[in-house]
């Protein structure tokens, strides 16, 4: 049972466009919603995240937009560039511990 | 300060076969795990520890032994491989529950 599902699987943009990749999650005890950044050959890196007690979150040219009751989160990529062409991963934990439950990722391609 | 470090990069085992993959972090974290990634699937939890001498099991278990003997590292043994068990391999580490994964390079394994 996927816990937390996310789409689209691959998305395609021109330079200065806007992507925006959703997640859904399941479990209403998820407290901390995290996004990674994965490029080839490379372990993902965090680019952002957010608690449920905010409803966004900026940082730079990315932002998480965040929808408690219908539990839902998003990740918009403002002005998008090339060097942002990666895999792009939601994910979601519990306050109990930090095991992360990861989406099933979202390969980004933004054309110069 | 390497952050976490895996070994090998790549490895190719027959079935049957057993091996283990080393990982290791230089930064004080109590917290690591091992994920497998497989396409479509995003990163699923195998293994994890909060501190030397701690273990648990993660959602895809089966395989698959860790141990803790020291905070620095957290090798995975694959008890006798499968061709299922082909995949990515990650480890992560965290400083607490409410700090960010740091992932390693990964390990590509091929059994064959």
């Known amino acids: 049972q996927q816990q937390v599902k996310q789409s689209p699987q691959s998305l395609i943009v021109q330079k200065g466009g806007i992507p925006i990749i959703n997640c859904a999650y399941e479990n209403t005890a998820f407290d901390y919603f995290p996004w990674y950044q994965q490029f080839p050959g490379k372990g993902p890196a965090l680019l952002i995240a957010?608690?449920?007690?905010?409803s966004e979150k900026k940082e730079g040219r990315f932002t998480i937009s965040f929808n408690k009751s219908a539990k839902q989160f998003s990740l918009h990529i403002m002005d998008s560039q090339p060097g942002d062409s990666a895999t792009y991963f939601c994910?979601?934990?519990?306050?109990?511990?930090?095991?992360?439950?990861f989406g099933s990722g979202t390969q980004l391609t933004v054309l110069p | 300060n390497a952050g976490v470090t895996q070994t090998p990069k790549f490895q190719v085992l027959k079935t049957g076969q057993s091996m283990t993959l080393q990982c290791a972090q230089d930064?004080?974290?109590?917290?690591m795990s091992w994920y497998r990634q497989d396409p479509g699937m995003g990163l699923r939890l195998i293994h994890y520890s909060v501190g030397a001498g701690i273990t648990d099991q993660g959602e895809v278990p089966n395989g698959y032994n860790v141990s803790r003997s020291t905070t620095e590292d957290f090798p995975l043994r694959l008890l006798s491989a499968a061709p299922s068990q082909t995949s990515v391999y990650f480890c992560?580490?965290?400083?607490?529950?409410?700090?960010?994964?740091?992932f390693g390079n990964g390990t590509r394994l091929t059994v064959t």
């Open positions: 994910a979601a934990a519990p306050p109990s511990a930090r095991q992360l439950t």
């Open positions: 930064m004080n974290h109590e917290y």
């Open positions: 992560a580490s965290s400083f607490d529950r409410n700090s960010p994964l740091h």
């Open positions: 957010i608690r449920p007690d905010v």
